[in-house]
């Protein structure tokens, strides 16, 4: 995709929030049970790193995008969470964590191995020595289908239209997406970049790091993983 910037804009920073998952309280129970100190990775807006400051976790975030993190200021509570600017592969807080998080498939816009690798390098760095490190993402399925082009539609009604607008290549597990919103109100564009990978290969990320899978499960409830499973929660935790 020429020309994108995975830092996000002003904009998607200003719309980020307007269609919230629906899982947001029961990914802040799970998180909330690995102890009193976390690090989100691409704290974004702040969708869970506030809720979960509320429920008595204390969060510094790393995040790339400095619109997203104005974003976060203005929200009730913002204003008081550490966040550092930058890579989450690379930068780091010089603190130590009883969890590291990164949700929401944003692991994926990493856009190479090393660099995913990376992330996880950094995660073990962040961990308190009975720490966990969790991630959730979603399973590609794009390597099912049986063109490589495609578009999904999310949403018709009489004013507007959105359409996921997709281009998948399976030799480089590159994932070129837009959401495109037609409405009478205009045209808008949402386009995203990702590097798609399976569990297994997230799995030997975490033995390259010094991590080593705690558990999985096929969602925030704690839902066993299935080949029916959409998405994955993983608990890695440092190799003793």
């Not at 009730?76 to 930068?91: E, K, L």
């Not at 798609?196 to 030997?204: C, M, V």
């Amino acid at each position: 995709m020429k020309g994108f910037n995975p830092s996000f804009s002003p904009e998607t920073a200003k719309t980020y929030d307007n269609h919230p998952r629906g899982d947001e309280d029961e990914t802040v129970r799970f998180l909330a049970s690995f102890g009193d100190k976390a690090l989100e990775f691409a704290i974004g807006t702040g969708r869970i790193a506030l809720p979960l400051r509320e429920s008595g976790v204390a969060v510094d975030g790393i995040e790339l995008s400095p619109h997203m993190v104005a974003r976060l200021r203005e929200k009730p509570g913002g204003a008081d969470v550490d966040v550092t600017i930058g890579d989450m592969s690379q930068t780091g807080t010089g603190r130590t964590y009883d969890l590291v998080y990164l949700v929401y498939n944003t692991i994926s816009n990493l856009l190479t191995q090393d660099d995913q690798v990376r992330c996880f390098e950094n995660a073990a760095r962040h961990l308190t020595p009975d720490g966990a490190f969790v991630v959730e993402c979603g399973l590609p399925s794009w390597a099912a289908r049986q063109r490589y082009d495609f578009v999904d539609v999310e949403a018709v009604e009489v004013d507007h239209v959105r359409l996921d607008v997709n281009r998948y290549d399976p030799v480089t597990q590159m994932l070129d997406e837009n959401h495109v919103y037609i409405g009478a109100d205009g045209i808008r564009f949402g386009p995203i970049r990702q590097r798609l990978s399976y569990p297994s290969e997230f799995d030997l990320m975490a033995r390259i790091a010094g991590l080593r899978l705690r558990a999985r499960y096929g969602g925030w409830e704690g839902e066993p993983f299935t080949a029916d499973s959409r998405r994955h929660v993983s608990v890695y935790e440092l190799r003793s």
